[in-house]
């Protein structure tokens, strides 16, 4: 069995930083793409961030130049480092990964969400 657990959500005044987390855990033979998204009020969830396992990335345009991707493959953890927060960027954030196990192959997994408030 394969859980996502995210931590590192929480409120922020705009303008602020933070640094989302989050490890993936179980019987796990390989990661491959891992990426964050978000989900606000009364909107459909979409895609915030992706990262390759070789470390090539893609960004929503609301959030390039102020997020960052990365991950640490032998640690099976994925990060979202967030700067020049604002108040649209309020949501729950969720992690997503790619994960290959011996006994059901590839399946992408969802983590369980953290919240994000920018306000002031």
């Known amino acids: 069995q394969v859980q996502l657990v995210e931590s590192g959500g929480g409120l922020v005044q705009p303008g602020g930083s933070l640094r989302l987390s989050c490890a993936a855990s179980?019987?796990?033979?390989?990661?491959?793409?891992m990426g964050w998204y978000r989900q606000a009020p009364g909107k459909q969830r979409e895609l915030v961030a992706t990262?390759?396992?070789?470390?090539?990335?893609n960004y929503a345009d609301s959030v390039k130049g102020r997020f960052t991707i990365s991950r640490d493959n032998a640690k099976n953890t994925v990060y979202l480092q967030m700067n020049s927060l604002k108040p649209e960027d309020t949501a729950v954030y969720y992690c997503?990964?790619?994960?290959?196990?011996?006994?059901?192959?590839?399946?992408?997994?969802w983590g369980q969400g953290t919240q994000v408030t920018v306000s002031s």
């Open positions: 997503n990964a790619d994960i290959v196990t011996m006994s059901a192959g590839m399946h992408g997994y």
């Open positions: 990262i390759t396992r070789g470390g090539r990335t």
């Open positions: 179980g019987s796990i033979f390989s990661i491959y793409g």
